[in-house]
């Protein structure tokens, strides 16, 4: 299961790092794409020289940033928290940092769907800012409960709340990438 984990967070990190160095006009440093860069980074996590970072800069991110929805951008007169694992499926466990701002349209129509189906169903993609938290989310939960090496499908038949076969395992083109709606600044590509 680790590996379905790290290997999202990797894309990820890859797709945020080229994403900043077209805003800024650099050149890519990844002329073998983003797949051989994140097989590079990937491996450097197996090994354990690199590590998943805490989701406390997450955090202070989604607080400082503007109050719209992290799933679609909207501004909305009230908000949701929307639980990127569901409660429902913690079985009275609680996560810490576990939720975003989120419409009310967005928040109804997910439900206590996985974050991950819930975006194939709408054909859409997950900004890379809640994509991140959740991955750590899942990461974090999984490894507290000494699940990392349990295969994927085993520790979803034992009860994980979540799925990690469902991350991502490409990415849509960095033009199409959204970092996070509440720091417009920084945008797309």
Known sequence: MEDHILWSYSVLSISRKVMKQLKTGETGDYPGGRTKAANILMSGYQRRQKNIT?????????????????????ISPRYHWDHLIPRSRLRGETIPLNQVRSC????????????????????????????????????????????????????????LPLDPRELPRRYPPIDQLVWDHAHPTVGRG
């Open 104 to 159: 009310p349209g967005c928040n109804l129509s997910r439900g206590d769907r996985d974050l991950m189906t819930w975006h194939r169903q709408r054909q859409t993609f997950p900004t890379l800012g809640v994509l991140r938290r959740y991955i750590k989310l899942c990461y974090f939960y999984a490894k507290e409960r000494g699940l990392l090496d349990e295969t994927a499908d085993d520790a979803v038949a034992n009860g």
């Open 54 to 74: 805490s989701l406390d800069r997450d955090d202070t991110l989604a607080q400082d940033g503007a109050h719209v929805c992290m799933h679609c951008g909207r």
